[in-house]
């Protein structure tokens, strides 16, 4: 219905103007000729068409309703999230986050809202909020940063922010660094290179006081 509802709309423009040209007049009402009318019928069918991938679902449902209803745009990258990430948001805006403060985390979160704001000096800078499956959190963008990243900050998307958090009364901002789509291959990369396990030989000793073996 989405995908054709432009041709819909269209089709019964198209059948009202057909019928209310073929409208009696009053003299062929009047003198009982109706035989040059004819009353036109819609049957316009609907051509098939793909389902819409699951992340144009739920941006759908978020546009519409402001909620997601079938999913999270995160659903898909739940390995980003376990690897990458270094905190989840509720924890940088949850009780106890001053622990937090002035530390450089990374997190793998969807971009709800983007606002670029020209500064002093004439400089872009961008304020976005960003959101994970445990909460929501602001993010600023300075100039430098943002030039090198604005084609990542787009609403929807899910992407990897690496930034220092700054605390200020109680309220946690996370100040980027850096962003990555989540589909790039510099995002790829960072997600093997988490999860590559090392080639080697490994000895677990019980005895914690162990420093040497003998030959």
């Known amino acids: 219905l989405y995908s054709n509802f432009e041709n819909v709309q269209k089709s019964i423009q198209q059948e009202v103007k057909s019928n209310l040209e073929g409208q009696l007049d009053l003299f062929a009402m009047a003198s009982g000729d109706a035989s040059n009318t004819k009353k036109v019928v819609n049957d316009y069918t609907f051509p098939p068409c793909s389902e819409f991938e699951?992340?144009?679902?739920?941006?759908?449902?978020?546009?519409?309703?402001?909620?997601?209803?079938?999913?999270?745009?995160?659903?898909?990258?739940?390995?980003?999230?376990?690897?990458?990430?270094?905190?989840?948001?509720?924890?940088?805006?949850?009780?106890?986050n001053e622990v937090y403060d002035n530390t450089v985390q990374t997190i793998v979160a969807t971009i709800v809202k983007c606002r670029n704001h020209t500064t002093k000096k004439n400089d872009i800078m961008c304020f976005a909020t960003v959101e994970d499956l445990s909460g929501t959190m602001d993010v600023i963008l300075f100039p430098k940063v943002l030039d090198t990243t604005s084609a990542n900050m787009l609403e929807n998307?899910?992407?990897?922010?690496?930034?220092?958090?700054?605390?200020?009364?109680?309220?946690?901002?996370?100040?980027?660094?850096?962003?990555?789509?989540?589909?790039?291959?510099?995002?790829?990369?960072?997600?093997?290179?988490?999860?590559?396990?090392?080639?080697?030989?490994?000895?677990?000793?019980?005895?914690?006081?162990?420093?040497?073996?003998?030959?």
């Open 54 to 96: 699951p992340y144009e679902i739920v941006t759908f449902e978020k546009t519409l309703a402001g909620i997601y209803l079938s999913g999270h745009p995160l659903d898909n990258y739940k390995e980003y999230s376990k690897n990458i990430s270094t905190c989840n948001i509720s924890r940088l805006t949850g009780e106890g």
């Open 157 to 215: 998307d899910v992407v990897i922010i690496k930034g220092r958090v700054s605390l200020k009364d109680d309220s946690a901002t996370l100040v980027a660094e850096n962003v990555w789509d989540i589909n790039s291959d510099d995002a790829k990369q960072m997600l093997v290179n988490k999860t590559k396990k090392s080639n080697g030989l490994y000895i677990r000793f019980k005895n914690k006081n162990v420093q040497s073996l003998g030959k």
